[in-house]
Structures are given as C-alpha cells and as structure tokens.
C-alpha cells in the first residue's frame, strides 16, 4: 500500500468535519524517527536529550555502575527468605549505612568495610537509609521499618550499623535483647543518649578532631576568639551542637552554631558570619537542600574575610585549613569486630574504640585570599586541596 497516497474516507471536507484540508498522511512518522542502537546497556540525558538519540553508557560508566548498584539493591531488599540461602562455608553479615552511596564519608565507610570482610569469605550485604537526602521523621520511621523486614529476611549472623540515625532509629528500638550480634561505627562523639544496655553490641565512636585543630591554629592565630559552627540541620548536628558548645568553649571560645536547612540560608549565614567571627568551622552540607558545589565556591570567594576550617576532607574545597578524620578507618575497626565476633568473640568482651587518624591540609587559593600563612612545620606535614569548579 502507498501510504504516501493513502486517502482516509474520514477525511475533512468542510462540512461534516471541519478541519484543514491537508492532514499527515500515514508515511510521515511524527517526532524524531528512532533509530536502532546496538549494545545492552542504554543511558540517555533526557534534560537535554528528550528524543534519547544519544547512548552515554560507555562515557559514564560511573553513572551506570552506581544504577546497577542502585538495582542490586533494590533486587535484594524484595528477596523472599527462601531465595536468600547463605553462600556454602561464608558468614552472612547485613550492613546498613545512614545515609547513600555518593557521600563521601560514607562511600569510604561502605569500601572499608567492603574490602575489610572479603567476598571469597564473608557474604556482605550493604542497605542505604538515604537519611542524609531525606531527613524527615516519617521517612526515616518507615525506611527502618523496610529495612527491619529486610534484615529479619536475610538472616544475618551479624549486623554492622554506621551513622546516628542508624542507631537511632533502627538498633534501639528493634534490637533490645536481641542476640544478634551488632558493630556499630561513625556514630557521633557518644552513645550515652542510646539505650543500648539491652543489645548485642560493641563498635567505634566517631571523633571529629576539632579541638586539636584549634589547637593547632591557635599560635598563628592568638586573637582568634569568636567562632560560628556552619552546618546543616539533621539528627546528627543537633546531638553534637551541646557537646561542641562545651568542647570549643573549654578552649576558650566564644562558639555559635547555625544550623541550616537549605542552600540559600547557608549563603546568607556564611557572608553575616565573615562580618562579625574570626573563624568558621565548615563541618558538612550532605543534607543541605539544594546545595550547588560551583556556587558556592563563587560564594566563598566573593565573601571570605577569615579562616574557613573543617574535620572533613570532602569539605577542604571550601575551607582553608583542615586537620580531618579518616572515615575509612570507622570502616576499619567495624570490619575487624565484625571478624572477631565471627571468630568467638562476644560484643561485650571487645571495648568501644575510638578513631585516632587524622590528616593536614591547606587550600592554597583560598588561604592567599586571606594571607593565611601557617608555620614551616604545618605546611610540611599537609596535603594540598584547590577549589575546582565541577
């Protein structure tokens, strides 16, 4: 059939159907004419590719990894118990995770405990709480509960928990007297406000080395009094704000702290505070709504009048000068309790540990914008750490 001259008998005719008289005949293939791809993997930008013409899974191999991880998962949490048998000869250990993949501190939680409990021995299943993305009571409530029923379906002989809300919302009200044995790791400063009296559990506080970086600026900064603590607002950074309060104060500072929910706010804050404080602690911005890497180091630059410091490394492009955490090492420690316990050990016979590494670094842009210079002795022990755009 020549569709091109295909006529349809229910044609307009400016009578009974009112309508222009030349229509699109069956030939004409609306929007963009698809084309056939090879391979097994497609990826499409569909903000700025729409019609989907242009596969990009071979120049974003870290995107499709991270969809593929996405999906595992996925797959994973909606295992039905029968389908979840234990590898022959492995220990099957769960791994839930506070917050997801792509922050940094805990991707190299998630990779230490990861490389720390091998797969040719270890069968390590990892779930992400997304509470970082989504802080609010009603999601965190029900992700612990998906996540309670995912646990009870995998069968565990162990569960490793990092970050607060891990503790909080999940290990503490679903695991008193519970025999299952517990790692927790990355949680914050203390664990007293936790009842844990009642669970299987050891694990490693996390402690931002705060105190001794201000120690450290102390002699090349002596007036330095007034210090803002920037941060954003979650579970976490308003259990820590009272103990911060203390611990800067008992060195003699005059601490604030903004905690703040969005990007916007965190700008406004940030040019007010160069105004009126000799130093800023930058302590992290995970959950900070809307937050734009490039304008932000536009922000800085714009309105930096004082030393900018932080304990966290994936922050040092913001800051100028560092002594942080190694977050691998909560990663670390977890994975070798884990292997301990496993071993024979019980939880109650391996202490609480605390982390001890730490790393120096300075951003030379910034610090030039401000004749931040530290002493010889500092600048040879840190790491350099520039500004870049994304």
Not at 104 to 114: K, Q
Not at 227 to 245: A, G, I
Request: net charge negative.
């Amino acid at each position: 059939m020549d569709l091109a001259n295909w006529s349809d008998w229910r044609a307009p005719d400016g009578t009974t159907i009112i309508a222009p008289s030349e229509q699109a005949d069956p030939s004409m293939y609306p929007g963009v004419k698809p084309e056939k791809m090879e391979g097994d993997l497609f990826l499409f930008n569909v903000r700025e590719d729409i019609s989907e013409m242009v596969n990009l899974s071979a120049s974003e191999p870290g995107i499709i990894t991270e969809l593929q991880r996405a999906s595992a998962d996925f797959e994973n949490s909606c295992k039905a118990p029968s389908r979840i048998s234990s590898q022959a000869g492995k220990k099957r250990v769960a791994y839930v995770n506070s917050y997801h993949r792509g922050f940094p501190p805990s991707d190299l939680i998630t990779g230490a405990v990861m490389e720390g409990l091998p797969a040719e021995s270890f069968e390590v299943v990892p779930f992400f709480m997304d509470t970082k993305r989504n802080p609010s009571e009603s999601f965190i409530q029900k992700r612990a509960a998906a996540l309670l029923d995912s646990i009870d379906m995998l069968k565990p002989d162990l569960l490793i928990v990092s970050d607060d809300n891990a503790m909080k919302y999940l290990v503490v009200p679903h695991f008193q007297g519970n025999p299952l044995p517990i790692v927790f790791c990355g949680v914050n400063w203390t664990v007293d406000q936790y009842d844990i009296a009642d669970c299987n559990i050891t694990g490693v506080i996390e402690i931002l080395p705060v105190a001794e970086l201000v120690r450290t600026l102390k002699p090349s900064h002596p007036a330095m009094k007034k210090l803002l603590v920037l941060n954003e607002n979650t579970t976490t950074s308003r259990k820590t704000r009272p103990l911060l309060d203390t611990l800067l104060g008992n060195l003699g500072l005059e601490v604030s702290q903004a905690l703040v929910d969005d990007f916007e706010e965190w700008k406004a804050v940030f040019a007010g505070a160069n105004e009126t404080f000799d130093i800023i602690y930058l302590q992290t911005r995970g959950a900070i709504d809307g937050w734009d890497h490039d304008a932000a180091l536009r922000h800085i630059e714009k309105h930096i009048q004082v030393p900018l410091v932080t304990c966290e490394e994936f922050m040092m492009p913001y800051a100028v000068f560092g002594l942080t955490q190694l977050s691998e090492e909560q990663g670390m420690i977890a994975a070798e309790m884990a292997k301990s316990i496993l071993g024979g050990t019980r939880p109650e016979d391996i202490p609480v540990t605390t982390n001890s590494m730490n790393r120096v670094w300075i951003n030379p842009g910034l610090a030039e914008r401000i004749d931040f210079q530290p002493g010889s002795a500092l600048l040879e022990r840190a790491g350099l750490v520039e500004s870049v755009n994304e």
